[in-house]
């Protein structure tokens, strides 16, 4: 009726405008809090790290599933933050790349990564603990998401960022392997294996006295299980004359290494440690720290090297294929030398199976070992000109 007085309209534009706001306001930060990754403490460098995620393709796959069950776009960038969202799952971080950017942002494939000690790591830190070890991530997802247990498949992982205490072998030229057949013997290729960047051998083979041969220089230098555990007993206490004999020829052959690496290529890291290939070869890094080998720096594999699946061979492949099929991720153009399972050469000399003692062995009656076979993808490597086998004399006899 007329004069009687009007109750007052809602402003229902106003009110739905706020709520409209408010709306967008929750669904812009439950966005940004979706995408940041934020490493978990099984690393204490890591803690209160959070990883942020722009811009590559990164895959959640379920540990028992092979099918991903979430995509991400993602690089990893480190932010030195707390997280704040508490909707996240653990994931194991598997990287298919490992880049360093202390060696140029140079990366190699994680299966075949030699980790090198620096030089500064104290001898109680050397555990090997990152053998076969991944990281442990947390990623934060949506609340109306859920999943098992998780890998978080990535395409490249940043050595500093996630294997602290080790360091890559930089990207290298030309590399010079050296095996230790006796085809060396008055071969003179000792001033061409020392005109390589990166000279690799095989079980501290010897040096001194056989340089015109096989050179003076060492960058690395490989050992098998057997070398390893001889020389690992003969570091402890003891009389026995053959151990003593053992521990003195060693600390000679190292004399001539001078700034060489030492690597170990199989197991020495399970569990709580408490592996007998790692504890010896913390009995020989114990030795050489305590006799002033500083010059010395100790590596191993990320993943024990084991390449008969790879190379299709019937039985365990040579120490001298093992550091071939490793120095490909890292070396340019590779040269063999030493490398010759016969014994005879191509001018029908005779040929000793090493060429610093001599030790005999029936090639084709090896229990261990497909010499031949070997032989024969080497050769093959050669014709498709992904390797150089030298197996004559680097300069002619007198």
Request: charged share 20%; proline share 4%; aromatic share 12%.
């Amino acid at each position: 009726m007329l004069g009687m007085h009007q109750p007052a309209r809602p402003r229902v534009g106003r009110s739905s405008f706020w709520w409209f706001t408010a709306v967008c306001l929750f669904s812009v930060l439950g966005l940004m809090a979706s995408i940041y990754i934020t490493e978990d403490g099984h690393v204490l460098l890591y803690n209160r790290l959070r990883l942020k995620v722009t811009d590559s393709h990164v895959y959640v796959t379920s540990a028992s599933k092979t099918k991903p069950v979430k995509t991400v776009t993602t690089s990893l960038t480190t932010l030195l933050t707390t997280p704040t969202n508490n909707q996240t799952s653990q994931v194991t971080l598997h990287c298919k790349m490992v880049c360093s950017q202390s060696a140029g942002n140079f990366c190699v494939p994680l299966e075949f990564a030699i980790f090198v000690y620096k030089t500064d790591t104290p001898t109680d830190n050397m555990t090997f603990n990152l053998q076969n070890y991944n990281p442990v991530v947390h990623i934060a997802r949506e609340s109306n998401t859920s999943h098992e247990s998780s890998v978080l498949e990535v395409e490249r992982c940043n050595l500093e960022e996630h294997f602290p205490g080790v360091e890559l072998i930089p990207r290298q030229p030309s590399c010079a392997v050296i095996g230790n057949s006796g085809i060396l013997n008055n071969s003179s290729c000792g001033n061409f294996i020392d005109s390589h960047d990166f000279v690799i051998r095989a079980n501290m083979g010897l040096i001194k006295g056989y340089e015109v041969d096989v050179g003076k220089t060492s960058s690395l230098n490989a050992f098998n299980t057997l070398l390893l555990s001889s020389y690992g007993s003969a570091m402890e206490k003891t009389k026995s004359k053959r151990k003593l004999h053992i521990r003195a020829t060693f600390f000679d052959t190292i004399k001539t290494l001078k700034e060489s690496i030492l690597w170990y290529p199989k197991e020495l890291y399970i569990g709580n440690g408490s592996f007998a290939s790692g504890r010896n070869y913390r009995s020989v890094i114990d030795a050489l720290r305590r006799k002033g080998f500083t010059g010395i720096r100790f590596a191993y594999s990320w993943k024990p090297v084991h390449v008969e699946k790879l190379w299709g061979l019937p039985l365990g492949g040579t120490l001298g294929l093992d550091i071939y099929t490793v120095a490909r991720t890292f070396c340019s153009n590779i040269t063999l030398f030493g490398f010759y399972p016969f014994h005879k050469d191509l001018e029908g000399r005779a040929v000793k199976y090493h060429y610093y003692d001599k030790r005999k062995l029936d090639f084709d009656r090896s229990k261990w070992h497909n010499f031949s076979m070997e032989h024969t993808i080497l050769k093959e490597l050669e014709r498709q000109g992904k390797l150089t086998l030298v197996v004559r004399d680097c300069k002619p006899r007198k």
